[in-house]
Structure formats: C-alpha cells, structure tokens
C-alpha cells in the first residue's frame, strides 16, 4: 500500500497520520471497526459450539438459501449472477453488497475488490489447519482473493479497502484482514479477502 493510502486510512481511523502502519494504527482500525458494529453483534462467537448452537450443522445444505448479487460479480473473469449462503445471514450479506454497490459503484479502486469473488459455501477445513472453514456454514464469504491472500500481510501488501471492511462491520460481520494477527509480519492482518459472520 502506497504511503499517501496508509495516511489516508490513518486518518479516516483517527491516529496521526505518518504514514507509518504500526501497533497504535492496527489497535485504532480495530477499534474503529468495532465502534461500527451494532452494540448486540448478531451473531455468535466462531467457537465449533457457538456456531453448531446459531447455524447447525456445517456442510447442512438445507440451511444454504440462493440470491443474486447486487452488482456485478466475477470469478476467474467470468461473471457469477447468484451464490449460495446460510440462511441466517443473506439479508445481511444482501445489505452489505448493496451498500457497497450504492456508495462506491463509481469508485473503481473500491469496486475492483469488491466485484472479484472468490467464494462463499464451501464444505472444507480452513487453509493450512485442521478445524473447519467458516465457509462450511455458508457464512463467510472472500473477496479478490488475488490481491488479499492467506498470507499477504494487510494493509502493508494486501489492498483490501477499509471502506469494504466498514460496512461488513456495520453489520456485525468480522474482517479478517483487521482482526487476525498476521505471524510474521507484526501489525499487520492476514487474509483480507475474508469476512464472516461472527463476533
């Protein structure tokens, strides 16, 4: 990320902006997307018990519900007109996408990320681990996974917009890319393409 965007992002989280993303700047944007999620989340902890007891069973298709994107959407440059998710949080997912849609549609530094799917169901474990993918609910979804890969440091070398972040918090949802730790690379998020409803 270019030195003026940082700055641009530590502004709009509220800590100087120097252009410098370190611990003060992660622990703001965390702090500024948790100011933004409704003050009861919506959804449960990502526990495999707390989200048996919300979502049931994972790989349960009859839970998974089908909807057309609100905008375009392309995965691998073809387009993809409708997806399936967990019943529970289409509503929600339609809002965010539409909100994405209807306030940065004319903003191509935006869209370009939000238009890349890379997938919502999928009956599989987590990348690299052992327990099961959120994806086996049908209750994450990623975005230009391309540009914001398992292990592309964010915001330092991954490009996933803090405004796309802000409305999945708006509605509860969890960013990846803010929230979990990168290993080796201090300060900075890993997996940016995926966001999942819960807390």
């Not at 049931?56 to 995965?75: C, I, K, R």
């Not at 949080?89 to 191509?108: H, M, N, Q, T």
């Not at 890379?118 to 990348?127: A, E, L, M, P, T």
């Not at 917009?161 to 802000?166: A, R």
Request: charged share 25%; with cysteine; aromatic share 10%.
């Amino acid at each position: 990320m270019k030195t003026e965007d940082i700055q641009a992002m530590q502004r709009r989280i509220g800590v100087k902006d120097d252009g410098v993303w370190g611990p003060v700047s992660m622990a703001a944007c965390r702090g500024h997307l948790r100011k933004l999620m409704p003050a009861i989340n919506p959804w449960p902890k990502s526990d495999r018990s707390s989200l048996i007891a919300f979502y049931g069973q994972p790989g349960d298709e009859s839970q998974l519900v089908s909807f057309t994107f609100p905008y375009p959407m392309f995965y691998g440059g073809k387009r993809v007109l409708t997806s399936r998710c967990h019943r529970k949080v289409k509503d929600s997912l339609l809002r965010i996408l539409a909100v994405i849609g209807d306030r940065w549609g004319d903003r191509p530094e935006i869209m370009e990320e939000a238009e890349d799917y890379g997938g919502i169901y999928n009956f599989r474990n987590s990348r690299g681990g052992s327990s099961l993918s959120m994806h086996a609910w049908g209750i994450a979804i990623d975005l230009d996974a391309d540009d914001n890969g398992l292990n592309t440091p964010w915001p330092l070398r991954a490009d996933m917009p803090l405004e796309i972040m802000e409305a999945f918090s708006r509605e509860g949802w969890l960013s990846a890319g803010a929230f979990w730790t990168h290993k080796t690379v201090p300060n900075n998020g890993y997996d940016a393409m995926h966001f999942q409803a819960t807390q």
